[in-house]
T-cell receptor
Framework: GAVVSQHPSRVICKSGTSVKIECRSLDFQATTMFWYRQFPKQSLMLMATSNEGSKATYEQGVEKDKFLINHASLTLSTLTVTSAHPEDSSFYIC???????????????FGQGTRLTVV | AQSVTQPDIHITVSEGASLELRCNYSYGATPYLFWYVQSPGQGLQLLLKYFSGDTLVQGIKGFEAEFKRSQSSFNLRKPSVHWSDAAEYFCAVGGAAGNKLTFGGGTRVLVKP
């Protein structure tokens, strides 16, 4: 299957600083990438949909000014957590959709996730 | 609105025994259904998916799932579990190409020796 690489896998930052997480599709072009957040022992909650060359679409309740998403190329999307606070500590996972053409099937491949700890 | 329910939060099964994980979904159109597995601290790995056609879907690692439209279910099964199957399993539903996935709450599987 297609490979999605997420970096870093773990990051610890001080409260008030910003952290950037990268999501790359290594062997395919991803016009759409998704960012999820997962709290301990809970399911994945979609934060936003990232479309190459356009603004991201955020889910209700997600602060777009706090979670900045950039999808500047077909293989890279970034999530920047700005002015991080301890409550932003979580596991963040990206996924990229493989487009199979009009009428084709679609499948999302997931990155390895990033464990963010804000101290 | 689409939703997914996994009724079992935890399941403990003996190694070699069979496993069935339940998944019920709500979706207004033809659903695309997925099962993912997640090991601790890791991302998600796709086990199998259903888009159309045969309602019994074969996946990796010996897993299979059956789509039952009348019951809005997509239960995951494995005839004989291995200790390495201990993980968290997520059922997800999405729509046509490009639609976001909605995940169930997950089922944690523990395997006893």
């Amino acid at each position: 299957g297609a490979v999605v690489s997420q970096h870093p896998s773990r990051v610890i930052c001080k409260s008030g600083t910003s952290v950037k997480i990268e999501c790359r599709s290594l062997d395919f072009q991803a016009t759409t990438m998704f960012w999820y957040r997962q709290f301990p022992k809970q399911s994945l909650m979609l934060m936003a949909t990232s479309n190459e060359g356009s603004k991201a679409t955020y889910e209700q309740g997600v602060e777009k000014d706090k979670f900045l998403i950039n999808h500047a190329s077909l293989t890279l999307s970034t999530l920047t957590v700005t002015s991080a606070h301890p409550e932003d500590s979580s596991f963040y996972i990206c996924s990229a959709r493989v487009w199979a053409g009009a009428g084709g099937n679609t499948e999302a491949f997931f990155g390895q996730g990033t464990r963010l700890t804000v101290v | 609105a689409q939703s997914v329910t996994q009724p079992d939060i935890h399941i403990t099964v003996s190694e070699g025994a069979s496993l069935e994980l339940r998944c019920n979904y709500s979706y207004g159109a033809t659903p695309y259904l997925f099962w993912y597995v997640q090991s601790p601290g890791q991302g998600l790995q796709l086990l199998l998916k259903y888009f159309s056609g045969d309602t019994l879907v074969q996946g990796i690692k010996g897993f299979e799932a059956e789509f039952k439209r009348s019951q809005s279910s997509f239960n995951l099964r494995k005839p004989s579990v291995h200790w390495s199957d201990a993980a968290e399993y997520f059922c997800a539903v999405g729509g046509a190409a490009g639609n976001k996935l909605t995940f169930g709450g997950g089922t944690r599987v523990l395997v006893k020796p």
